[in-house]
């Protein structure tokens, strides 16, 4: 096969370090790992854990594959400076038999391109959560950070393109690297690029409040690829939407084609979904049955409301708190029936209106428990420390789950928690979540600004018959895993010939 690379931010294992110097590996999670290890065909069981010995030679079991990532730690840089030429190895390590790259951008740099830049800027224009009478303000210290977006996009751009054989297939991944297809364009000519976005896109009237010139480069970034591809039909038509505002540019609605500077960028959309055979063997481990037990001791023979989001502004933690107090409100017949578990794991500390909103989710919770707690009933409770095993435990278990960002790019809790549920769960739905344009037929959809429409669709979700339930959670399932993350990486590599 051809050479295929891959850039994220975040690459597909991370290191630590011993006070001895030795340094261990763990595999990343998400769907790029796993996509990756099923185009590879690399996966093989050679072992389940080692030790993060180096070796710069990719074994026989993975041709011609390199991830290239940011260096997230002190741990990821040690690891980068024992391999003789800074790539690690990783065949055996069930992430694809690839080789990274682990890149050792300035901290500096990384924090102004990844914190004020793409999560403090990008992040908040696609996802619509500026409050615009206070934020954006673009001023000298943006174009600042800005350079540093285009620095550290620049530092992937020259590692793919260095280590790229002639005809490769780049894969760049997500808002962090919206420059870097360009950039690679203009240095490596003769790659195939693809770029996949997994938020949502911005309109264009909420687009515009980047800097035109800022906005302008964005789209020109991703149009250096010869492929684009967004999670859902509505993002691929927003950025279509919003390539016709760049001079020059001719955009083809029918062929699904923008045309810049006589090049041509094909825009597809591939849909993201769950391995449901991969989940469901790790819901059967021993962690997760007792995690489970617990959970069954602390929620008794009540009905259970359950959660699943990290503290980003975008997942609407609060209104779906507000909501769940509101049922409590207008109807008392569930005090003492129903228990809400909401697992919201810290997210983005080191940004303030992350810190804020982190606390405004504990206040709230607190609130709802001293208003409606009892001697012998909790109302809710609130999981803040990341517990993977416990949120699988807790889909199991479910009687509904409650899914309502504000805006998300697919949304893959909606669609792991009917695959993993024991009985049939209903699920609440955000309309704006991406995972509404495949799941809606079967979930309650609600708007997620209306707190009275979610307190009431979680209360019609409580008194749905158990039949309805399974039947449209066995529907939710088969939906959820008709698109696998094997696939989904595979038909963005297929777009490129």
């Given at each position: 096969m051809s050479q295929v690379l891959v850039a994220s931010n975040r690459g597909p294992v991370s290191f630590s370090l011993s006070d001895g110097g030795e340094l261990t590996m763990r595999r990343g999670g998400g769907g790029l790992v796993s996509g990756l290890a099923a185009v590879t065909g690399a996966s093989r069981d050679r072992g389940a854990e080692r030790g993060a010995g180096v070796d710069a030679d990719p074994s026989e079991d993975a041709p011609g594959v390199l991830w290239v990532c940011a260096s997230l730690g002190e741990a990821d840089r040690t690891a980068a400076r024992r391999s003789p030429d800074g790539r690690i190895d990783l065949a055996g390590y069930e992430t694809g038999g690839a080789a990274v790259r682990m890149l050792d951008i300035p901290e500096g740099t990384f924090h102004r391109a990844y914190n004020a830049v793409a999560n403090s800027t990008l992040w908040f224009?696609?996802?619509?959560?500026?409050?615009?009478?206070?934020?954006?303000?673009?001023?000298?210290?943006?174009r600042r950070d800005w350079q540093s977006y285009e620095a550290y996009n620049a530092a992937f751009a020259d590692a793919l393109a260095r280590d790229a054989a002639p005809g490769a297939k780049a894969a760049i991944q997500d808002y962090h690297l919206s420059l870097a297809p360009r950039m690679l364009r203009d240095r490596r000519p003769d790659l195939k690029i693809v770029h996949f976005s997994h938020t949502p896109?911005?309109?264009?009237?909420?687009?515009?409040?980047?800097?035109?010139?800022?906005?302008?480069?964005?789209?020109?970034?991703?149009?250096?690829?010869?492929?684009?591809?967004?999670?859902?039909?509505?993002?691929?038509?927003?950025?279509?939407?919003?390539?016709?505002m760049l001079p020059g540019a001719r955009v083809d609605r029918a062929a699904r084609t923008v045309t810049w500077s006589g090049h041509v960028t094909r825009v597809g959309v591939h849909g993201l979904g769950v391995d449901g055979t991969a989940l469901r063997q790790r819901a059967a481990e021993q962690d997760v049955a007792e995690r489970a037990r617990a959970l069954r001791e602390q929620v008794g023979g009540r009905q259970l409301i359950v959660r699943v989001d990290r503290t980003e502004l975008s997942k609407n933690i609060v209104r779906g708190l507000a909501a769940y107090r509101e049922l409590l409100v207008n109807h008392p017949e569930w005090r003492g029936r129903v228990v809400h578990l909401a697992f919201a794991y810290p997210s983005r500390y080191d940004l303030p209106e992350y810190r804020e909103y982190t606390a405004a989710v504990e206040r709230t919770a607190k609130q709802i428990t001293e208003e409606f707690g009892t001697a012998d009933w909790d109302p809710l409770i609130l999981q803040v420390n990341d517990d993977y095993p416990r949120?699988?435990?807790?889909?199991?278990?479910a009687d509904v789950l409650l899914v309502n960002p504000i805006r998300d790019g697919m949304n893959l809790v909606a669609k792991e928690g009917p695959v993993l549920s024991e009985r049939g769960c209903a699920l609440v739905l955000s309309r704006e979540a991406g995972a509404a344009a495949e799941l809606s037929e079967d979930a309650l959809t609600v708007n997620p600004f209306d707190v009275s429409q979610t307190a009431e669709t979680l209360h019609r979700a409580?008194?749905?018959?158990?039949?309805e339930r399974s039947e449209r959670c066995g529907r939710l399932a088969t939906a959820a895993t008709a698109l696998p993350p094997q696939r989904w990486f595979a038909d963005q590599l297929a777009a490129l010939d």
């Open positions: 224009v696609h996802h619509l959560l500026y409050d615009t009478p206070r934020s954006p303000h673009f001023d000298a210290r943006a896109w911005a309109p264009p009237e909420y687009y515009r409040l980047l800097p035109d010139d800022l906005g302008s480069q964005i789209l020109l970034g991703i149009l250096g690829a010869d492929h684009a591809g967004f999670l859902t039909e509505r993002w691929a038509s927003a950025f279509l939407d919003c390539c016709e949120s699988l435990a807790a889909y199991g278990l409580l008194l749905m018959p158990r039949n």
